[in-house]
């Protein structure tokens, strides 16, 4: 049993996001033979939130998978995307915390997204400083590039300072 579910859950992830059809085909075979995969679960509330923006069915299914299997390394990063993307910023915080937690968890990709959220909420410092954080945890070349170009956008979009004004003013 454990087998063909794989099978199944193998065969839509394989298909998404290319071929949603297909994905789901399989995806729905997967949760047939074992309605508490959180893997597969966590692969339709990505399909859900990612490709249909239905944020709200999506956290259903993130939720759900959750609750399946709290030390699973996929669900969290997603479902902290979909909560972000939906504004429910109190609920990304305290998936964060939680998910840090978890042994063997991508922690570089939970400090990117507690960046997004204070960015989301205005807070450009606070946002470097997690992306400070994040480049601690990364492990690969193209990883470390995703957070120094991320520092770079962030820095672009802060006020700029007021120096030439002050010098102007002083003379």
């Known amino acids: 049993m454990t087998l063909t579910k794989n099978k199944y859950y193998f065969e839509a992830l394989d298909n998404y996001p290319y071929s949603l059809p297909e994905c789901l085909e399989a995806l ?34 993130f939720e759900e998978a959750m609750q399946c299997d709290v030390t699973n390394l996929n669900v969290p990063q997603y479902y902290i995307s979909c909560l972000i993307d939906n504004e429910d910023y109190q ?4 998936l964060i915390d939680y998910s840090l937690k978890i042994k063997g968890i991508d922690k570089a990709t939970l ?4 960046s997004l959220l204070s960015e989301k909420r205005g807070s450009f410092v606070n946002a470097l400083k997690f992306l400070d954080e994040s ?37």
């Open 91 to 94: 609920e990304a915080d305290k």
């Open 135 to 171: 480049a601690k945890y990364c492990f690969t070349e193209y990883s470390l590039n995703v957070v120094k170009n991320r520092k770079k956008f962030i820095k672009s979009k802060m006020p700029k300072k007021k120096k030439m004004k002050k010098e102007k003013e002083t003379k």
């Open 28 to 61: 729905n075979y997967a949760l047939s033979y074992d309605p508490q995969d959180a893997d597969s679960l966590c692969l339709m509330g990505r399909i859900y939130s990612e490709m249909l923006s239905d944020y709200e069915k999506g956290k259903l299914y």
């Open 111 to 114: 400090w990117f997204y507690r």
